[in-house]
């Protein structure tokens, strides 16, 4: 089945709610956002929460020094990537025993010609809007992606997805996981329980399986 990552979470009781609901990963945005939570907030959601160990801290060109100490405080072991890092800053973060999500913006076929470069345990896909970082709401043209083979194993799938588009998304690109904030939202960081429960309903019934867990399973 899809794995699901939440992202965008700012308070307890969404993160209750989706683990309730059988989600696999949790995002916590350190980043300039709208949904940028602080690490001492999410050390407390950590606490409510002990059983759940799939966190994700989501970082935007930070100071590696920066990166070490809030997932250091937190025990966060995964680590997405969401700006202009390179590959040599993904893998220093890789070889010290971290598990490293790359992003890729896609505009246009030319925003996956420096993916080979990156040796990292996956990769995220979201939409490329000029004067934001992610979570627009907006999806870029999955046509770009659907033919090439690594996305079964390796990608997870974000930009724009909700309930009504997920399952078609799902069927075109056969993702590892799907990544989603604005489209299970109320307001910016705050999620809306039936949209949620629909949403990871439906990527964990649809039928565009993918094969496995990424070779290096974040």
Known sequence: MTKVKVCGNTNAEDVTLAISLGVDYLGFIFAESKRRIE??????????????????????????????????????????FHGDETALYCQYFMDHGFQVIKTFRI?????????????????????????????????????????????????????????????DAIQKIHPYAVDVASGVEKSPGKKDPVLLERFISIAKNSLGLSSGPPSRDP
């Open 39 to 80: 690490p001492t907030m999410a050390a407390r959601i950590i606490t409510a929460v002990p059983d759940f160990k799939n966190f994700v801290g989501v970082f935007v060109n930070h100071p590696k020094k920066d990166v070490e100490q809030i997932s250091q405080d937190l025990g966060i072991k995964i680590l997405q």
């Open 107 to 167: 505009k246009d076929a030319m925003s996956l010609k420096r993916m080979d470069e990156y040796n990292v345990a996956a990769f995220l896909f979201d939409a490329f809007q000029k004067d934001s970082s992610g979570g627009t709401g907006i999806p870029f043209d999955w046509n770009l992606i659907e033919k090439n083979p690594y996305v079964q194993e390796k990608l997870f799938l974000a930009g724009g997805l909700n309930p009504d588009n997920l399952e």
